[in-house]
């Protein structure tokens, strides 16, 4: 048995800006093969992972990679939530 502590995950919570529209279209409609996505109301989670045998969807792949860098388990993408400084992840911010 693991203990409470040992049971929890880390979630980054970020804006869908951080990504193309047509990436969250395709995440939210679960059709990025390499990505376990599962759609929200204004977003979608999605797992955080290091490898994936096939390409394309590159914007959500850096963001998966700097979240699993900072130790998380899952992204939420949220259209309502805070954009992450895009000098300091590396990431841009698309107004869409």
């Known amino acids: 048995m693991s203990s409470i502590a040992e049971a929890t995950s880390k979630l980054l919570n970020v804006s869908t800006a951080h990504i193309s529209q047509a990436t969250c279209d395709a995440a939210m409609a679960k059709q990025i093969p390499w990505a376990t996505t599962i759609p929200a109301v204004h977003g979608f989670f999605v797992y ?5 045998e096939e ?15 900072h130790g998380f388990h899952y992204v939420l993408f949220d259209s309502d939530a805070d954009g992450l400084d895009p000098v300091e992840s590396g990431l841009p911010y698309n107004e869409w």
Request: glycine share 10%; aromatic share 10%; with cysteine.
């Open 48 to 52: 955080c992972h290091e490898e994936r």
């Open 55 to 69: 390409g394309g969807f590159d914007d959500l792949w850096r963001v998966l990679q700097l979240a699993v860098k």
